[in-house]
């Protein structure tokens, strides 16, 4: 058993001051005040003076490869970032390059405060070796992934991409058996899109999320030009299309929904189905900007997400927190639009919803995941509110340490599982030769 207690636990809009964490095989057992707190207990107990614990942050959507790629095709159209970067550096990547990207990005993560990333994987090669080589990543720095093993068939793409219907099904089944007993992964079926999937895909993806009791991920309306080529093709929009193929579900989590009308939030929030907002992704690559007002009204469940690192180019979901609020205040010219509370709620609880996990809180039966705040770093000043701080002023140095399951991963900046100068050094070999 581990007991940890702080000037103040922030969870579910709460901030309680005197109470303790009590964890038990990397569970939360109990958010208890101390004064409940049994005398064995309180022997043991970890103190983080001028600390928060928060639960540590969730991010919902991320191609971790894609980090190794920043800086070479910034500043570019959609689909010359695509083609010229994407595409082009997707052909090359060896296993241990997919691994040494992994490593990269999640380590990146960790010091902004991440205790789960999502990784939407498509680089299969018709197998799962390399996405096993994500996986193992996340577990060297000990973060809890989330592996959505992508379904792929649409022939424009790389052929490391493609896989038929029976491939990427029969694989996605053996990765989630594989790894159905490690409480640090979770394997999902991710159809990529309307235009990277088949139709037959898509309902295979939905099919195998509802066999194996998971989420499936998919890639909706991120340009306006996917909105105008699926009208074309199918006489609807995409979301519209995707009810009447009954895969918009309470297990679908479509990623950006950057293009929808009004009826489209409204089918979102009939049918549960979730959004992964990645709000410095749809800037970076000129997008535009999601309904996101209207979706919160409308009761769709927010989570965020970082998108790959060459469409960012930063991996905090803190900043994620930030974009999205201002986002919508500039677009509304009204500052009351967003509140620092949901953005958090954006960050954290709904990442563990959108995701199917039981994370993003600080509550009994929850994964012991969570960041040490530290209340008298600058950035945190003045005390008076420290969620809208964490939310609109924080910056990474103000967070004193991370917990994956009750281990401490992350302590006054250094990562404490994989030497950062070695994530470095393997990032400047694979990448040294590339214009
Ligand atoms: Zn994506």
Redesign the pocket.
């Known amino acids: 058993m581990q007991v940890f207690t702080a000037d103040m636990i922030y969870s579910d809009g709460q901030a309680l001051a005197d109470h303790a964490l009590v964890i038990h095989e990397g569970k939360i057992e109990q958010v208890i005040p101390l004064a409940a707190l049994e005398d064995t207990a309180k022997a043991g107990m970890v103190r983080f003076e001028n600390g928060m614990l928060a639960p540590g942050f969730v991010n919902s959507?991320?191609?971790s490869f894609q980090s190794l790629l920043k800086g070479f095709c910034d500043d570019q159209d959609f689909f010359t970032w695509r083609d010229q970067a994407l595409y082009k550096y997707a052909q090359i990547l060896s296993r241990d390059d997919l691994y040494t990207g992994a490593l990269f990005a999640f380590g990146e993560m960790l010091k902004c405060g991440i205790t789960t990333v999502c990784d939407?994987f498509y680089i299969n090669d018709q197998a799962n070796d390399n996405a096993r080589a994500i996986i193992e990543a996340a577990l060297d720095v000990g973060l809890r992934v989330v592996m959505a093993r992508t379904l792929y068939d649409w022939d424009g793409a790389p052929k490391r991409f493609r896989e038929t219907v029976h491939q990427a099904v029969e694989n996605t089944v053996a990765l989630h058996r594989e790894f159905q007993d490690d409480p640090l992964v979770h394997v999902l079926p991710a159809p990529h899109s309307l235009h990277g999937a088949s139709i037959d895909m898509i309902l295979a993806g939905a099919e195998l999320a509802a066999q194996l009791d998971t989420k499936f991920h998919m890639?909706v309306a991120?340009g306006q030009y996917e909105r105008q080529m699926i009208e074309e093709k199918h006489g609807k929009p995409p979301v519209a299309f995707l009810d009447e193929l009954g895969v918009l579900n309470d297990r679908l989590v479509g990623?950006?929904c950057v293009w929808l009308d009004d009826s489209e939030i409204e089918r979102m929030a009939a049918r549960k189905t979730g959004l992964s907002y990645?709000p410095s992704?749809n800037m970076f690559l000129g997008d535009g900007i999601t309904r996101i007002k209207e979706m919160l009204e409308a009761g769709v469940c927010i989570s965020l997400?970082t998108?790959?690192g060459c469409?960012n180019n930063r991996a905090s979901i803190i900043e994620e927190m930030r974009m999205a609020s201002m986002l919508q205040k500039v677009k509304f010219c009204d500052s009351t639009v967003t509140r620092a509370e949901d953005m958090f709620e954006m960050g954290a609880t709904n990442g563990g919803l959108n995701l199917g996990l039981p994370i993003g809180r600080l509550a009994p039966g929850y994964c012991a995941d969570f960041t040490v705040m530290d209340l008298n770093e600058l950035s945190m000043q003045p005390r008076q509110n420290a969620l809208k701080n964490l939310v609109y002023a924080s910056q990474p140095s103000a967070i004193r340490s991370v917990y994956v399951a009750g281990e401490k991963i992350f302590e006054q900046g250094q990562i404490l599982t994989v030497p950062e100068a070695e994530i470095v050094r393997r990032v400047q070999l694979t990448t040294r030769d590339w214009t």
């Open positions: 959507h991320n191609h939407f890639h991120e990623i950006h990645n992704s997400g998108d790959g469409s």
